[in-house]
Structures are given as C-alpha cells and as structure tokens.
C-alpha cells in the first residue's frame, strides 16, 4: 500500500525550477532513498514533503490524504537531518523527548519508559543524563535517530543523516539503520549524495538531475542497468564512448566491442565496467597510466592507442607496472548499451 505520493510536484524559485514535475510513491515499510550531485533537487524534495517549502504545483499525499493545509506538526512525519540539530542546553534524555512533547505525550513512567527504550533502540542504553556536548559524532546521531523516531511517525526522513561521519562509522551505522527500520516496519525516505550508503539502506533508489527523475529502481537494477550516460557517471563509471551498434557489436573509438544479445541497435552511448576490460595476449594496445591497490584488486587507468582513457581491474597478483605496455579485450556481460543523449 502506498503511504507517501507525489503528483507533478514542482517548486520554482522565480524562473528556476528546482524540482520540476515528480511524480513518486513509496510504498508503507518500504526506504527509498534520492541520490543526486548538488543542485539536483533532493534536499528541496524532502523538505516539500515536510512542509517546510511550499509548493508551486503538484501534491503531497500522505495515506491518501492531500497535505496541502496541513502544518509541519501535524504530518505525522519524522525528521532527522544531517547537522543532527540537537539542543546543546538539554540532556539526551530531554533531546529525546522533545519529540514526544511536540505531540503532547503523556509523562511519568511511561514517558520515561518510551526515552530509555529509545535509546536501548538506537545503542546507547542509559544514556539519559549525559550532556550532548560530551558525545562522539556517531552518539550524537543517534541521538537525534532517537528523536526522529520518538513520536513514531507515519514516515522517517533522513536529509544526507550520516554525511559528517568518518568512513568507517558511516559504513557501521548504515547497517545498523537497515536492521532498525526493518525491524520497526518504518517507511523512510531518505537524501544522500553517497551512493554506497544509498545502495546499502535502500529498497529503491531514485537518481535526480536538474530537478527531475533520471531514473528509480531497486540497487541493483540501477546498478547494472543506468538508464543514461548521466547515471552511469553519477555512479562512477568512466568507460562511456559513442557508438554504432549492429549485429551484436559496436563501433567505438575503441574498436569493435561486444555487446550482450538483444542489445538495442543504432546511434548509442556504450558504458563497459572496469571489470569486463580484462588484460589479453592480443587486443587493444594500451599504456599503463596508474594503478591503485583496491584491497580485493588492483585499479587501472590505461592510454589506448586509440580512444578515450581506460579504467580497469585487475587480480593483486601479476598486476603491470606504470608505463608497462598491455593489450585488454572487452567481456559482453559487462557492457551496457545506454541511449544517446
């Protein structure tokens, strides 16, 4: 069942559209997460739903219910933004409750009660009394989880919840959440401008550019199939040329390159994932330009003789020197036919 539709909802700022004509839904239970570069709309979108921006067309519905009039307050919706936002002047236990005070819940032992099972939620059991002054990053983040979830809102938004924290924490915490909001049942939506946090917490991504939808789906599909050149260097794929496509090739500047069976044919754009460029006897010719130990692998960056620059990967053992010559081919099951622009 679907808790959250917007229909053609646009925002203008003077001649600008900001958010331009999206129409979503995100169904209940479910966390959909916006991706996007800066400028793209997504922060705008999470404040419409909100209500903190108004609209200039469109609708919001919340369980069907249109949130034209309805304030910020009575939206049954959970915030949680990136600065987390919390009261330097009260307790954890008093930033808590904040929430539940905003909907005029009850105190005494049940008030009580709701603040410490919070917290025991979100891992940090009897933390009540410290000041939020003497929390890390990632305590104070779920603190303010703690307070978004406080009121149990109809839906949970988190605006980029993690971007201030270190690499490691982020990593922990986004698996963390998962596990929290598929316990809860909590519907989520969520902006971040990092797509392996995006991928790791949603159900469904949606990519925006320029105040539209470039493409939604799950992380996998989004990941094996991006819908455009955008897409595809938004999620950090460099190895996209022009290319003619017939009879299950394709004419490229670099080469004829294999392309999966089905594939759609005529003027198009080719992506080709770093693992399918794969190091041969005889091939392509190019020039080792760097490489950068992965963990797992180790990257490649190579001048072709002929065509734009090529990342690949290769196993840690045997990997070529900088300046060392290389001959790659190209793996069908790891090229994408995208549409020309």
């Given at each position: 069942?679907?808790?959250?539709?917007?229909?053609?909802?646009?925002?203008?700022?003077?001649?600008?559209?900001?958010?331009?004509?999206?129409?979503?839904?995100?169904?209940?239970?479910?966390?959909?997460?916006?991706?996007?570069?800066?400028?793209?709309?997504?922060?705008?979108?999470?404040?419409?739903?909100?209500?903190?921006?108004?609209?200039?067309?469109?609708?919001?519905?919340?369980?069907?219910?249109?949130?034209?009039?309805?304030?910020?307050?009575?939206?049954?919706?959970?915030?949680?933004?990136?600065?987390?936002?919390?009261?330097?002047?009260?307790?954890?236990?008093?930033?808590?409750?904040?929430?539940?005070?905003?909907?005029?819940?009850?105190?005494?032992?049940?008030?009580?009660?709701r603040v410490a099972g919070l917290l025991e939620l979100v891992g940090l059991p009897g933390a009540?009394?410290?000041?939020?002054?003497?929390?890390?990053?990632?305590?104070?983040?779920?603190?303010?989880?703690?307070?978004?979830?406080?009121?149990?809102?109809?839906?949970?938004?988190?605006?980029?919840?993690?971007?201030?924290?270190?690499?490691?924490?982020?990593?922990?915490?986004?698996?963390?959440?998962?596990?929290?909001?598929?316990?809860?049942?909590?519907?989520?939506?969520?902006?971040?401008?990092?797509?392996?946090?995006?991928?790791?917490?949603?159900?469904?991504?949606?990519?925006?550019?320029?105040?539209?939808?470039?493409?939604?789906?799950?992380?996998?599909?989004?990941?094996?199939?991006?819908?455009?050149?955008?897409?595809?260097?938004?999620?950090?794929?460099?190895?996209?040329?022009?290319?003619?496509?017939?009879?299950?090739?394709?004419?490229?500047?670099?080469?004829?390159?294999?392309?999966?069976?089905?594939?759609?044919?005529?003027?198009?754009?080719?992506?080709?994932?770093?693992?399918?460029?794969?190091?041969?006897?005889?091939?392509?010719?190019?020039?080792?330009?760097?490489?950068?130990?992965?963990?797992?692998?180790?990257?490649?960056?190579?001048?072709?003789?002929?065509?734009?620059?090529?990342?690949?990967?290769?196993?840690?053992?045997?990997?070529?020197?900088?300046?060392?010559?290389?001959?790659?081919?190209?793996?069908?099951?790891?090229?994408?036919?995208?549409?020309?622009?």
């Open positions: 069942m679907t808790l959250l539709e917007l229909a053609g909802v646009t925002v203008r700022f003077g001649e600008r559209a900001v958010v331009d004509s999206v129409d979503l839904r995100v169904a209940e239970h479910e966390t959909v997460c916006v991706l996007g570069p800066s400028g793209s709309g997504k922060s705008t979108l999470l404040r419409v739903v909100a209500g903190l921006q108004p609209l200039s067309s469109g609708r919001v519905l919340l369980g069907g219910a249109d949130q034209e009039r309805v304030p910020v307050h009575r939206r049954g919706v959970g915030l949680m933004f990136q600065d987390h936002q919390l009261f330097p002047h009260r307790d954890v236990a008093g930033n808590v409750a904040f929430g539940l005070r905003m909907r005029g819940s009850a105190r005494g032992a049940a008030y009580g009660d009540q009394r410290r000041s939020v002054s003497s929390l890390s990053g990632g305590e104070q983040q779920r603190v303010a989880l703690a307070r978004a979830l406080a009121p149990s809102p109809r839906l949970l938004m988190l605006d980029e919840p993690l971007g201030q924290l270190d690499r490691g924490l982020r990593e922990r915490l986004v698996v963390e959440l998962r596990e929290l909001f598929s316990r809860l049942g909590t519907t989520v939506l969520a902006v971040t401008h990092d797509q392996g946090e995006a991928f790791a917490l949603a159900d469904r991504v949606v990519v925006m550019r320029n105040g539209r939808i470039a493409q939604a789906g799950t992380p996998l599909e989004v990941w094996q199939r991006p819908a455009s050149e955008f897409v595809a260097r938004f999620l950090g794929f460099e190895n996209v040329v022009p290319a003619t496509v017939s009879g299950g090739a394709a004419v490229t500047a670099w080469g004829k390159v294999p392309v999966p069976a089905g594939a759609p044919e005529g003027e198009r754009r080719l992506l080709i994932r770093p693992a399918g460029v794969v190091l041969v006897g005889d091939g392509l010719h190019c020039e080792v330009l760097s490489r950068t130990f992965r963990g797992t692998h180790v990257a490649l960056r190579l001048r072709p003789e002929a065509g734009p620059e090529l990342e690949a990967e290769c196993g840690l053992d045997g990997a070529p020197a900088v300046g060392e010559r290389v001959a790659v081919s190209f793996t069908p099951s790891e090229v994408v036919v995208l549409p020309a622009p």
